[in-house]
Structure formats: structure tokens, C-alpha cells
């Protein structure tokens, strides 16, 4: 029910964070993965790594934000495997301001990575899952894609629409066999929230205190449910957003 033996899986930003975690579950599963992400030293680090989990992996190298670039890792992918089944959108970036200090191309740059590399990734991928008989898309949100902060107006409008361009994926590629779900990580120990970390005053303590879990994710918590999402065992789960917070979200 969970094997993806002979599947192939891009992982955009998967060279770190919590796009290896998710690699990690899907190599360990039997998947091909594809580490998409710009920085190549990073991607062969991850890429030694998760050959030693599965079947093999190999690097490409990618600009989400670039529609030219996504359609050549794509083509790549299928030149070099022959197929895509599963494509894990995780790369994403913040830049924490408040909305009145936001300049336009701050928020273009978030928007851009966050949500219209989304758009980019899936439209690229869909003729080739088609073809293959259908696939499996897993965008990855955030705690922002539900709640709101004073610092993060692009991020948060980013990871917003992202769950609705999941729903209307879902339904309109259900037909072709194509699941389309989003994941909400809580706040987990990666790059990005080290930096929050440094930037905001009082978030580790106050993410303990609300998380009924008592700790911060790891990324190897992301593990299962992208094995999940991506496997047969999801076949009749489409257009969902699934947090993976260590209950966070369900604490007012
Ligand atoms: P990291 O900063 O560790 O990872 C971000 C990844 O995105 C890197 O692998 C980076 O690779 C890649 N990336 C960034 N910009 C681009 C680009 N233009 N083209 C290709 N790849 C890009 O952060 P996280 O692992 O924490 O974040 C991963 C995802 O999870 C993001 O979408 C984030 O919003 C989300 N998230 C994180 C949470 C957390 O608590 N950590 C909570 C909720 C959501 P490279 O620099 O090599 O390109």
C-alpha cells in the first residue's frame, strides 16, 4: 500500500530542511528522487544521502521562480527517467517585515518562490503524469496558510493561496488520476526558522508553550505523511491540507 518502488519523485528544495525529510520517507519507501534546488553543493550532499536510503538519486538544478528553468527540470527528469509520478512542492522563502516596510519586489520575490513556482511546477508536470496514468502532487503549506502574523504578508498570502491552488488542481485533475493534497508543517527545526528564531524575540519559548507535543518538529517528521500522500494508500484523498504540527493548530 505504501511502496513506491519504481515511482520517481521530484522534490523541489530538496536538499535541505524539510524537503530532505520528505525525501528521506519517499526514498526509504522506494522511490527515484529528484533533489531540485539551486545550490549544487547542498543537492549533492543530500543526493549521497538518500542513495544510501533507496534506490538512487540524482541533483538537478533548478530556479522554482523561473518558468523556463522548471520546464527544463521536467524534460530533464523525463530524459533521464522516462517518468514523473510524484512532484513535492516544498521550495520556499520568507522575508520577514511588516507589511507597511514591504517593498513590491520583496513581496514579487516571496510570491514568486512560494506560490506561482506551485503553478509553474504542477502545469510542467501534469502532461507527463497524465501520460504515465496519473500521480500525485504535494504542495507544501504552513501554519501561515491558516492563521496570521504582523510579519509576514507575503509569506502568509503566499501559503494561503497555495491550499487554494491545491483545491483547484485537485478537482480539476482528479479525472487523470492526479492527487493533489497540501501538508502544514508546525514550526520545524530547519534554516528558515533558525533565523525566525534570531529575528523574533520570545518564538522558541512561545512555540513550545502552544505546541501540545511540547517540542519543536524535526524534518524527518515529514517523513511519513510524504510517504503517505505520494503512495496508493492516498488514492482517495484529494485536495486536502493536512497539518503536521504537533497539534498546534488546534490550541486557540
Ligand atoms: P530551508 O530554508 O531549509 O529550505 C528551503 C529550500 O528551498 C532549500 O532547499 C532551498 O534550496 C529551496 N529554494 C529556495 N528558493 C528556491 C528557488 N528559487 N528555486 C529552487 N529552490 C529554492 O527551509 P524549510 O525546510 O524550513 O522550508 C521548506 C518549506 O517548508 C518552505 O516552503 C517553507 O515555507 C515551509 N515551511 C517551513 C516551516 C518550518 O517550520 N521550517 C513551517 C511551515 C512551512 P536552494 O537554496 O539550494 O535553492
Do not use: H
Not at 213 to 240: C, E, K, N
Amino acid at each position: 500500500m505504501f511502496d513506491l518502488k519504481e515511482k520517481v519523485a521530484v522534490v523541489t528544495g530538496g536538499n535541505g530542511g524539510i524537503g530532505l525529510g520528505m525525501a528521506r520517507g519517499l526514498a526509504a519507501a522506494g522511490a527515484r528522487v529528484v533533489v531540485a534546488a539551486r545550490d549544487q553543493a547542498k543537492s549533492r550532499a543530500a543526493v549521497e544521502e538518500l542513495a544510501r536510503l533507496g534506490p538512487g538519486a540524482f541533483a538537478l538544478a533548478v530556479d522554482v521562480a523561473d518558468e523556463s528553468s522548471v520546464e527544463a527540470l521536467v524534460r530533464a527528469t523525463v530524459e533521464r527517467c522516462g517518468r514523473l509520478d510524484i512532484l513535492v512542492n516544498n521550495a520556499g522563502i520568507n522575508i520577514r517585515k511588516r507589511p507597511e516596510e514591504y517593498t513590491l519586489a520583496e513581496w514579487r520575490q516571496v510570491l514568486d518562490t512560494n506560490l506561482t513556482s506551485v503553478f509553474l511546477c504542477a502545469r510542467a508536470a501534469y502532461p507527463v503524469m497524465k501520460g504515465g496514468g496519473g500521480g500525485k502532487i504535494i504542495n507544501v503549506g504552513s501554519m501561515m496558510s491558516i492563521f496570521g502574523a504582523s510579519f509576514v504578508p507575503a509569506y502568509g498570502a503566499s501559503k494561503g493561496g497555495l491550499v487554494q491552488l491545491t483545491k483547484a488542481l485537485a478537482a480539476a485533475w482528479a479525472r487523470d488520476n492526479i492527487q493533489v493534497n497540501a501538508v502544514l508543517p508546525g514550526w520545524i527545526d530547519t534554516a528558515l526558522t533558525r533565523q525566525a528564531r534570531r529575528e523574533i524575540p520570545g518564538l522558541e519559548d512561545s512555540v513550545l508553550r502552544r505546541t501540545p507535543a511540547g517540542r519543536w518538529g524535526l524534518i524527518d517528521d515529514l517523513a511519513g505523511i510524504a510517504a503517505f500522500l505520494a503512495s496508493p494508500a492516498s488514492d482517495f484523498v484529494t485536495g486536502t491540507a493536512i497539518p503536521v504540527d504537533g497539534g498546534y493548530s488546534i490550541q486557540g
